[in-house]
């Protein structure tokens, strides 16, 4: 039997036993009063349903159901917590083993000699309480990465993206697999093995971008097809901002999307569902690249949060974003370690 047979044949006997456990009506003291499915089990169906999980044989099945059930009862104990102002729910990582979560995040850190471009003298008083671009058409929807390990193209290509849509008034669709398949040798990325922003940044600085239509997401290294015919936008420069300076973040959200990147191996943001994200995670490894796109400390600073755009599809997070709680020194997951974003035509 094939994988997209044992699937249906799964969802399908699941769906029947269900079904027939709410149509028949047991005498009293019948076998059939106990519940014929568990509520779990049904959650775990759906969950299937929901992500199109397709496993290849009966005993991977039952492996990704204990991996499905281990996650809900964690996510049950970590949303029990007191003064927590955010919480964890059911996503497309939960039947993913941890070592399989670790291999999605292969961004690579910056390099510790940049050059580093000063916004430390605006004052935060002059700061707007509030950003967003996604209302000024300078953010594309959310997409999904998929497996590979490509946050790192995303993050990029939305910072050009946004900055171009500001400058020119028009939001293009830029295209991260060129990234992905085009920014090896010289410029140290390595496909969906992960790369490096700023490497990714310079390569546009002499190739630009394509459109995404032209040069589609595939999700997997390919080799390069790159046009120059169909190139467009170019970076001019690259602004490294201080290192966790709060007010150097802010300060450059004023002007676009700003590319961060953060340790996010805990399960807090693995499974992050909403609300105001304020950590139970560590610095250590800045191996996702994120996406600043806006900031609100309308409620004051304490309250405060930044607006940040992921690449893993719209089910995760609240439509694909989080709100990151406005933190200093290396801030949440260590998003202040090293932002940076492009100058754009």
């Not at 039952?62 to 059911?90: C, D, P, V, W």
């Not at 039947?95 to 580093?116: A, G």
């Not at 707007?128 to 993050?155: H, L, M, T």
């Not at 796109?293 to 694909?320: A, L, Q």
Request: overall charge negative; hydrophobic content about 35%; some cysteine.
């Amino acid at each position: 039997m094939k994988p997209w047979q044992l699937a249906l044949s799964v969802v399908g006997v699941a769906i029947a036993v269900a079904t027939l456990a709410f149509i028949i009506t047991p005498k009293q003291g019948s076998f059939l009063q106990s519940s014929i499915i568990s509520e779990d089990y049904l959650e775990f169906i759906e969950f299937l349903v929901k992500h199109g999980k397709v496993y290849s044989t009966s005993q991977e099945f039952m492996i990704r159901q204990n991996l499905f059930y281990e996650a809900k009862k964690n996510i049950e104990i970590a949303n029990s917590r007191e003064g927590i102002t955010h919480k964890l729910g059911l996503n497309k990582f939960a039947d993913w083993t941890d070592e399989e979560y670790k291999s999605l995040l292969k961004n690579k850190p910056e390099p510790v000699q940049r050059i580093i471009t000063q916004h430390s003298h605006y004052k935060v008083g002059e700061l707007p309480q509030k950003v967003d671009w996604r209302e000024q058409n300078a953010v594309n929807p959310i997409q999904d990465q998929g497996k590979c390990s490509s946050s790192y193209a995303f993050s990029a290509v939305a910072t050009i993206e946004g900055h171009h849509a500001i400058n020119q008034g028009v939001l293009m669709k830029f295209s991260e697999q060129q990234i992905i398949d085009c920014t090896g040798g010289d410029y140290k990325c390595e496909g969906c093995s992960g790369g490096r922003v700023s490497d990714t940044l310079r390569y546009n600085y002499y190739y630009g971008m394509m459109n995404g239509s032209y040069y589609p997401y595939r999700g997997y290294d390919q080799t390069c097809l790159y046009d120059k015919s169909k190139a467009t936008v170019f970076t001019k420069s690259i602004e490294y901002l201080s290192t966790r300076s709060i007010t150097d973040l802010f300060w450059a959200v004023t002007i676009g999307p700003v590319s961060v990147s953060i340790d996010a191996s805990s399960d807090d943001f693995r499974y992050y569902k909403h609300g105001i994200f304020t950590g139970f995670c560590t610095a250590d490894q800045l191996t996702h690249a994120l996406t600043v796109v806006g900031y609100d400390i309308t409620r004051g600073y304490d309250t405060g949060y930044f607006i940040v755009r992921n690449s893993w599809g719209v089910s995760w997070g609240e439509d694909g974003y989080i709100r990151m709680a406005v933190s200093a020194g290396d801030g949440v997951c260590g998003m202040l370690i090293q932002p940076l974003y492009p100058i754009t035509d």
